[in-house]
């Protein structure tokens, strides 16, 4: 798979399963924008994609404020040139059982794993019906496959990621553009070591990935390898699709 010279927005790329895909992409021959809150690990990321010979930008961004968004579109369409490849991974979690949840709670949730990715396809889309072709790929949850306790928000603000996904698919697909999403299940990233250190991994993660068809938890790199076929060009015919990254826990 090459992908020489397309330019990549990665937000979320500082950490976890982003990171893995900034330097997948990389790989595969992409110039990468990386997008997150997290400056200093977002650099240390972004020497990797350098090292792999590839031109980076890296913007501090986050992803819910329309304002920062399309500063940091310009910034990357100015130093890399336009963006035809979105990869929306920026995301955050919480427990909490529904009579605990606070507005404050739900509304965070929802600004960030939802309008953040709206914001972000929105800001950079007119790139893509420019080019005739584009791939966005937005990273869901398996929570929302299988329903996940004391995180109602986290999980509808991830089923919303997947109905946008695909009403978009029906709305840009005649424009060469393709819209899927990626829900991981359990991949060993920072995101998932909080959930555990909060007990919401009965056994720890090693055991959680032991249940799995495959024994094991999953890896960044298995997300990154799905999103890199997404957003190759012989995944041309694949538009609204949900492509689960699970290990087996959850076959549809
Ligand atoms: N790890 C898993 O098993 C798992 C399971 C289901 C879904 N996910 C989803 O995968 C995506 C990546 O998660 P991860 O496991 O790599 O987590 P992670 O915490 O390692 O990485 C998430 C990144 O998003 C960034 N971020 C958070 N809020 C942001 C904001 N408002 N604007 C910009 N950046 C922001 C963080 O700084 C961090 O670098 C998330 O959307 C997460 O919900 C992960």
Same mark, same amino acid.
């Given at each position: 798979m090459t992908q020489q010279n397309k330019v990549a927005v990665v937000t979320g790329?500082?950490?976890?399963?982003?990171?893995?895909?900034?330097?997948?992409?990389?790989?595969?021959?992409?110039?990468?924008?990386?997008?997150?809150?997290?400056? %200093?690990?977002?650099?240390? @990321? %972004?020497?990797?994609v350098k090292a792999l010979g590839r031109r980076v930008v890296t913007c501090k961004v986050d992803v819910s404020n329309r304002g920062v968004?399309?500063?940091?579109?310009?910034? +990357?369409?100015?130093?890399l040139g336009p963006v035809t490849v979105l990869v929306n991974s920026a995301g955050i979690h919480g427990t909490s059982p529904i009579l605990e949840m606070s507005d404050d709670d739900w509304d965070r949730m929802m600004a960030i794993n939802l309008k953040g990715t709206f914001i972000c396809t929105q @800001?950079? +889309?007119s790139d893509m019906i420019a %080019?005739?072709?584009?791939?966005?790929?937005?990273i869901s949850s398996s929570s929302t496959q299988t329903g996940s306790p004391n995180m109602s928000h986290y999980v509808a603000s991830k089923g919303g990621v997947i109905a946008f996904s695909k009403a978009l698919a029906v709305e840009l697909g005649g424009k060469g553009i393709t819209v899927n999403n990626v829900p991981p299940g359990s991949i060993d990233t920072p995101m998932l070591r909080n959930l555990e250190k909060a007990g919401g991994l009965p056994g720890g993660i090693e055991? @959680?990935?032991?249940?799995?068809?495959?024994k094991r938890a999953g890896r960044p790199d298995d997300m990154a390898?799905? +999103?890199?076929?997404?957003?190759?060009?012989?995944?041309g015919y694949i538009t609204g699709h949900t492509l689960s990254v699970n290990g087996g826990r959850y076959m549809s």
């Open positions: 790329g500082a950490s976890g399963i982003g990171a893995a895909i900034c330097r997948y992409l990389a790989k595969d021959g992409m110039d990468i924008g990386i997008w997150d809150m997290n400056e %200093a690990a977002m650099a240390e @990321v %972004a020497e990797e968004v399309t500063a940091a579109a310009n910034q +990357v369409r100015s130093e @800001v950079l +889309v %080019a005739e072709w584009g791939r966005i790929i937005n055991a @959680v990935g032991a249940r799995n068809p495959v390898a799905a +999103v890199a076929f997404l957003a190759s060009e012989g995944a």
